[in-house]
């Protein structure tokens, strides 16, 4: 069963959130500057902070934050905008005809593990759906989030292995991977424990 994530947010309940962009994403921008531009989807945007970074990075990027929570996206639009951002309440797996292959590039962080491990099939489709052809995923896969408080089957967070990824998005032929890197930036207690992937959508 899902969180009922708008109720955390309403409660002020959110751990997942750092008041800042992923560090890996930083990192990755810093590592390719101008490569990732035209209209960009971040899903599970949350308040925003990864949008931001995505909109500032260049300013040939469109970055869209999508997330289900209607309260953080109020939220998000109250932070100051630092380019063409914009944020939309809405559902991953139910996207509106406006948002099918209507993106470039899609932002993933945090929202693959968050969901339940039983539809992670519906979401390589649902990425796949938003992306043009050609267009490419690139994400940070939260591999190993287990701890004192978080275990296998006890989720979210939900970890993923390399192989789990191969097998869902390249076995599918939806995607092909073009590279994948241990960041060498993460927050406090990740550190070593993500992977940066970066895809493109096969048809």
């Not at 797996?93 to 292959?101: C, K, S, T, V």
């Not at 539809?119 to 287990?146: C, H, I």
């Not at 292995?161 to 390249?170: D, H, I, P, T």
Request: hydrophobic share 35%; glycine share 10%.
């Amino acid at each position: 069963m899902s969180p009922d994530w708008d109720q955390h947010y309403r409660d002020g309940f959110t751990p997942w959130d750092k008041g800042a962009p992923a560090p890996p994403l930083v990192e990755w921008l810093a590592m390719h500057p101008g490569e990732l531009r035209g209209r960009v989807l971040a899903i599970g945007c949350g308040l925003g902070h990864d949008v931001r970074a995505l909109a500032a990075s260049h300013p040939g990027v469109e970055a869209v934050g999508l997330d289900l929570s209607p309260t953080a996206v109020a939220m998000a639009r109250e932070i100051p905008t630092v380019n063409a951002e914009r944020y939309k309440e809405g559902d991953l797996f139910d996207l509106p005809e406006g948002m099918l292959e209507a993106f470039d590039w899609v932002w993933e962080h945090t929202c693959f593990c968050a969901i339940d491990p039983d539809r992670r099939e519906d979401y390589v489709r649902a990425v796949w759906t938003a992306l043009r052809p050609g267009g490419q995923l690139l994400g940070v896969f939260y591999l190993d989030p287990y701890d004192d408080e978080h275990q296998p089957g006890g989720g979210p967070p939900h970890g993923t292995s390399l192989a789990e990824l191969e097998e869902r998005f390249v076995q599918s032929g939806r995607f092909e991977i073009i590279d994948h890197a241990v960041p060498q930036t993460a927050y406090e207690g990740r550190e070593g424990r993500e992977r940066v992937v970066r895809m493109r959508r096969v048809g």
